[in-house]
């Protein structure tokens, strides 16, 4: 065992995990092993302690068996062919007007997200179905690049949310308090998109045109069956999972219960339902839920021996120290998000910093939970913000050479709407009560 300063372990820290990561290594072992011989080193042995006591918390952290469930969840829905039914229905209503098919792709993305949560199922749905409308119909690919981007990462933050599930013990915020938070800054976003792609579409036509009669004519009755039948579903979904949380009827681990359950019966209702979907939905849901799973305890390991040999307090001290106030120690824990967004993936920024910072935000003078939700918003800007961007990879590997998209469209369609969440973020810096006046109105 050596002897080390709280500021010499932090930065051999910091810096074995830059190495690892750049050396292309999986996250969930880079922290890991970063902690285990950093931990040795500067501890010795009785490290192993502290790293069974870890494994033994996630493992019996009642509020993560919610994760695989969600998971599940989303699987089903996406296999279920109702994302097929609603864009159908978005693309008769809207057609009609320029950029329509656009703003119905980030709809659909805002409604699949209360369904879904899972970024990988709804970029893929959407590049799987609306993409190719858009890119026939004359659309720019920049456009329709960046509004399945935009509109698939919305599943990370409107509820039901991984994420969230993932922040609430980390930051011991109630799971329940952080969805319904996260409801009307998830509608701001979409509202933001859609109402940039109906401004850049009316001032430049050709990027996003109308769609012809002959396409959208329909009898004003079909167009509200298809609209209703294709809404119900989903509605139900949401209202059996998220109406639980909010009436207090049920936890959040509990209502990903009835929503796995709920994903199932919708399933059958559109006739999808079948042994190979089940068989398919559970292999994926647990090949999904173990990268999870391996990246949750490598970090909890890292931050463990982190907080132990007091490296918290050196990153506590040099973000206070930071000259303009609350504010700007505020500014400056959002931008190491947001450059961590840029290389980490987001359940390991979640992993790592949400243990350090915490405890800052109280001293700061800060509401946890509004402080939570402004965290989770920046962290949207990680999916579109290149190199590490999950949307853009997701987005890429479901296009067909036909489409003759590359990686530059996709990228120079998501920057717009990165600037998009930046001024979501403003707002709610301006106004709170966007984030805080939902969760006062639960009922306990």
């Not at 820290?13 to 999986?26: H, N, Q």
């Not at 359950?261 to 919708?266: G, R, T, V, Y």
């Not at 120290?321 to 980490?344: E, N, V």
């Not at 939700?373 to 050479?401: D, E």
Request: aromatic share 10%.
């Amino acid at each position: 065992m050596i002897d080390l300063s709280p500021q010499a372990v932090a930065i051999a820290m910091t810096g074995g995990l830059l190495l690892g990561i750049a050396s292309g290594f999986p996250l969930g072992l880079v922290l890991g092993g970063v902690a285990m011989v950093v931990g040795v080193v500067a501890w010795g042995p009785q490290v192993f302690s502290m790293f069974y006591e870890r494994l033994f918390g996630v493992l019996t952290e009642y509020t993560f068996l919610a994760v695989p469930l969600f998971i599940f969840m989303g699987i089903m829905v996406q296999k279920s062919g109702v994302s097929d039914k609603l864009f159908s229905a978005l693309h008769i209503w809207l057609g009609g007007f320029r950029g329509g098919l656009a703003i119905g792709t980030v709809l659909l993305g805002t409604i699949l997200a209360a369904c879904v949560g899972v970024i990988a199922a709804s970029v893929t749905m959407l590049g799987l179905i609306a993409l190719p409308a858009m890119l026939n119909r004359g659309y720019s690919k920049e456009l329709a690049t960046g509004a399945c981007c935009a509109g698939g990462t919305l599943g990370i933050l409107i509820p039901p949310s991984i994420m969230i599930i993932l922040y609430g013990p980390m930051a011991t915020i109630s799971v329940g308090k952080l969805f319904m938070a996260a409801f009307i800054p998830g509608f701001i976003l979409s509202a933001l998109y859609c109402t940039y792609i109906a401004v850049r579409c009316f001032t430049r036509p050709r990027e996003g045109p109308a769609l012809p009669p002959s396409e959208r004519t329909l009898p004003w009755s079909k167009k509200i069956n298809m609209l209703l039948t294709s809404m119900v579903p989903p509605i139900f979904l949401v209202l059996a999972v998220l109406g639980s949380i909010f009436l207090g009827i049920a936890s959040p681990t509990e209502a990903a219960a009835v929503g796995a359950l709920a994903s199932i019966l919708l399933a059958a209702a559109y006739r999808s339902l079948s042994l190979r979907v089940v068989k398919e939905t559970a292999y994926t849901t647990m090949g999904t839920f173990s990268m999870v799973f391996v990246i949750v305890v490598g970090a909890s390991f890292f931050t463990g021996v982190f907080l132990r040999m007091g490296c918290g307090d050196v990153v506590a001290h040099l973000i206070t120290a930071m000259p303009g106030g609350k504010w700007g120690s505020f500014i400056i824990i959002q931008l190491i998000i947001f450059i961590l967004g840029m290389f980490i993936d987001w359940i390991g920024i979640i992993m790592i910093m949400i243990p350090i910072v915490s405890p800052i935000v109280v001293e700061l003078g800060f509401n946890p939970l509004w402080f939570a939700m402004m965290i989770i918003v920046n962290l949207q800007m990680s999916f579109l913000s290149p190199p590490f961007a999950y949307a853009i990879f997701f987005l890429k590997g479901v296009t067909t050479p036909e489409m003759r998209i590359d990686s530059s469209h996709i990228i120079r369609g998501v920057i717009p709407f990165i600037g998009l969440i930046a001024i979501g973020l403003l707002l709610l810096i301006r106004f709170p009560q966007l984030i805080l006046w939902l969760p006062s109105m639960m009922i306990k």
